[in-house]
């Protein structure tokens, strides 16, 4: 269940809304906001991530992991829970209607398993595995917690039963049956019946019809001294490596007094076939101590001789190697000589095993593998890119501690391709490696389905800016019985934002001078008393502006872009001077006044920027965000001229985003709402005369001249400027 930015969950009236999921659960946006915590239940045998920007009010249950980044109120029961940097769970203490959820429902059993060999021995004990199994695929199995009884039925001319098997998930039996002749396996008196049918399989998980033939004579394969092959991975022999064995094949014979087993002594080649029993085709040949042997999808037609050193005794050892992907069933037959001749008559044996790839090779289309912030950019936030998995053959360089698993950082880029690895499917994961502590984020798409020629290609997209990991493992983790296939890029990366976006935290308060004082009017084209080379005007409160990083949908803010600390995961590449301030049609600072018209009322009053630099900082409390603030030393001056002679007005001056880039070229969006000015106002400006009056006197003595400061308060209409105390006149 995936609840996206654009949707909502609400819930009106009364009663209790209970949402059971089967898979995992993320919610990005608004869940029962206007509702009671106690009106919503929502539950979920795996994952639960609340993610940022989301609202919920519930009460939530997981088996698995639950994750908070966002706003919660209600409460949570899980396996594993975090609340990340950013959470708020508000617990609410009254009690929901649960409903049925606590009570012990009926185990369900979709089928039940038996694993077992085509050819048993008379002499020897056979053991076969029984699961229980509640998905419904048969080549895999989701084995049941519940406990079930049942019997294990070998059906041939003489019944053996083993009765009242009690087992929890799977379980292996061993019994003996004596008589040389084919038997059915079934699974009666079952305590929880199965909705399906019963699946038994020879190891290749194809449905061998439950039969199974008992000989007096023939060949077993031995695995350190335990019956049957180990699974194998693709081009690595079998006594090398990841799950190495000495793997034995011995010649056998039921003693016709005691019943008993006895080795058989062999002077002689014997021959091997090896049939593919799933795999979308065969085209490359098993191969036994170096020598390919006939492998096809079908019986065997044709064997090879192979002296593989049994030398007078009854066993001997042999390596097994297969190219590409699936199950097998290797056969071997020995032609039992009579009076030195061949009898026509075979001792014969068979075993089934898995070959699985080694490992996934992780192609990221493009990927810089930035290591940290300081690495070359990749994509950006929310942009898709191709993702390519590839099934490859095994190296031992890749595998150092032998576990089966590509190292980490392992390249299997020049390893061998398995072929014929098809029809499976696979999950891609991330987790982040820079910034420390910074948001995991969301891949678009991570799932890739029924691969074709052992490789699949999806596009996905990460929500977030940083470095991630990737992970890629089966869906169901097992390939046909022989456990996971995994691969992993170490680094991906480096995302970026894919836009900024521009709004107004602070439009800014302007204020005038007056001489030392401030003040709240100046005049047109009155500069700084203590220079006169910069305007009067300056701020009371400076403006600030909130610049945010998005992902390609303008929706989801980018918060690793500003958590990181340090030169190595600090992803923030935008300074001060990165963010443009429109400075006039001429770039000559020259601005107008956001609304005022002037003298003849066409234009708009200009005035004059003296700009200082800005700083640019780290919001306080919203990650992904910076702030800008003008600097504190700007200074600003309206143009004195015939056309700004108005009467006095209140200054609104638009402080205007041109553009904003960072060092990666990341600019602003493109919407006309992604950049927004802000309007510094709070000071009036009065378009000042100084007056003199006219005065008489003697030529030998000195003139005392009347003068006046005056503004004009409506048109033609000036008066005493009374509150100018400051004005200093220079009279030499």
Same mark, same amino acid.
């Given at each position: ?95 929901p ?44 199995c ?8 049942l ?8 019944d ?11 379980? $292996? /039996?061993? #019994? =003996?049956? @004596?008589?040389?002749?084919?038997? &059915? +396996?079934?699974? !009666?008196? %079952?305590?929880v ?10 190891g ?38 990841y799950?190495?064995t000495?793997?034995?094949?011995q ?32 085209s ?14 079908s ?7 192979? $002296? /593989?050193? #049994? =030398?007078? @005794?009854?066993?001997?050892?042999? &390596? +097994?190697?297969? !190219?590409? %992907? ?26 089934s ?18 290591e ?22 095994w ?50 798409? =991570? ?93 009371n ?42 400075n ?46 003008f ?10 001229n ?46 000042g ?20 400061i ?23």
């Amino acid at each position: 269940l995936q609840i996206y930015n654009d949707s909502e969950i609400v819930i009106t009236g009364g009663g209790v809304v209970r949402i059971f999921v089967q898979s995992g659960v993320g919610l990005h946006s608004k869940t029962n906001v206007d509702g009671d915590a106690t009106q919503l239940l929502i539950y979920s045998p795996e994952d639960i991530n609340l993610y940022y920007g989301s609202v919920t009010k519930a009460f939530i249950a997981s088996r698995a992991e639950f994750n908070l980044h966002a706003t919660m109120v209600g409460a949570v029961i899980a396996e594993n829970i975090i609340l990340q940097s950013s959470a708020l769970l508000t617990y609410e203490s009254n009690t929901p209607d649960f409903g049925d959820l606590c009570t012990i429902p009926d185990p369900v059993i979709d089928h039940y398993q038996i694993i077992h060999q085509n050819t048993g021995l008379t002499c020897d004990s056979e053991t076969v595995t029984i699961k229980a199994c509640t998905n419904s695929s048969y080549d895999s199995c989701t084995e049941s917690t519940s406990s079930v009884t049942l019997d294990l039925l070998i059906d041939g001319s003489v019944d053996v039963t083993q009765a009242r098997i009690n087992f929890t998930g799977s379980t $292996d /039996v061993t #019994f =003996n049956y @004596t008589l040389a002749e084919p038997v &059915v +396996l079934s699974l !009666p008196n %079952a305590t929880v019946a199965a909705t399906s049918t019963l699946f038994c399989s020879d190891g290749s998980f194809n449905n061998s019809n439950c039969q199974m033939s008992f000989v007096d004579t023939g060949f077993r394969f031995l695995s350190d001294g335990n019956v049957g092959i180990n699974h194998q991975l693709s081009g690595k022999n079998s006594d090398t490596g990841y799950n190495a064995t000495s793997l034995v094949i011995q010649a056998i014979e039921k003693n016709n007094v005691s019943g008993a087993c006895q080795g058989v002594v062999i002077n002689q080649e014997i021959e091997f076939s090896a049939q593919c029993t799933n795999a979308s085709s065969c085209s490359s040949a098993l191969v036994v101590d170096g020598t390919p042997v006939p492998t096809s999808d079908s019986a065997p037609s044709s064997y090879q001789a192979i $002296d /593989v050193g #049994f =030398n007078g @005794t009854d066993t001997a050892e042999i &390596v +097994l190697n297969y !190219p590409d %992907a699936g199950a097998l069933s290797l056969y071997a037959r020995y032609n039992i000589p009579v009076n030195g001749s061949p009898s026509g008559t075979y001792m014969t044996g068979q075993d089934s095993f898995t070959v699985r790839p080694f490992g996934f090779d992780i192609k990221v289309a493009g990927n810089a593998m930035a290591e940290d912030a300081t690495g070359s950019k990749y994509v950006a936030a929310g942009e898709t890119f191709a993702v390519t998995l590839i099934a490859k053959q095994w190296e031992g360089g890749d595998d150092a501690n032998d576990d089966g698993v590509p190292d980490l950082g392992a390249n299997l880029s020049d390893n061998v391709t398995a072929k014929h690895f098809s029809d499976e499917n696979a999950l891609l994961t991330h987790s982040l490696v820079e910034p420390f502590g910074g948001v995991v984020g969301t891949l678009s798409n =991570n799932t890739l389905s029924n691969f074709v020629n052992s490789e699949q290609t999806i596009n996905t997209a990460w929500n977030e800016v940083g470095v991630i990991r990737f992970n890629a493992n089966l869906s169901d983790n097992d390939y046909i019985g022989a456990g996971d296939i995994q691969g992993n890029v170490p680094h991906v990366g480096r995302f970026t934002p894919h836009h900024y976006k521009q709004t107004v935290e602070v439009h800014g308060e302007l204020i005038g001078e007056c001489g030392l004082l401030d003040s709240s009017w100046v005049y047109t084209g009155q500069k700084d008393s203590a220079t006169q080379l910069m305007g009067a005007i300056r701020y009371n409160q400076q403006p600030t502006l909130i610049i945010t990083a998005y992902a390609s949908n303008g929706v989801d803010i980018t918060k690793n872009y500003t958590i990181g600390n340090d030169v190595e995961d600090d992803f923030n590449m935008l300074s001060a001077s990165g963010v443009i301030i429109a400075n006039g049609v001429n770039n000559d600072d020259i601005i107008n006044d956001n609304i005022q018209l002037d003298k003849n009322g066409s234009d708009l009053i200009t005035l004059t920027a003296n700009w200082s630099t800005a700083s640019l900082t780290e919001h306080p409390t919203e990650e992904g965000t910076l702030l800008y603030t003008f600097s504190d030393f700007d200074h600003y001056t309206f143009n004195k001229n015939g056309l700004s002679e108005v009467p006095p007005f209140i200054a609104e001056i638009p402080l205007k985003v041109e553009s904003i880039t960072d060092s990666d070229g990341i600019t602003h969006g493109s919407d006309a709402a992604d950049l927004n000015d802000a309007i510094a106002t709070g000071v009036e400006i009065r378009f000042g005369r100084l007056v003199m009056k006219n005065t008489y006197g003697p030529e030998t003595s000195t003139l005392a001249i009347p003068m006046q400061i005056e503004y004009l308060l409506s048109p033609d209409n000036y008066i005493v400027n009374t509150d100018d105390n400051c004005t200093v006149i220079a009279t030499d």
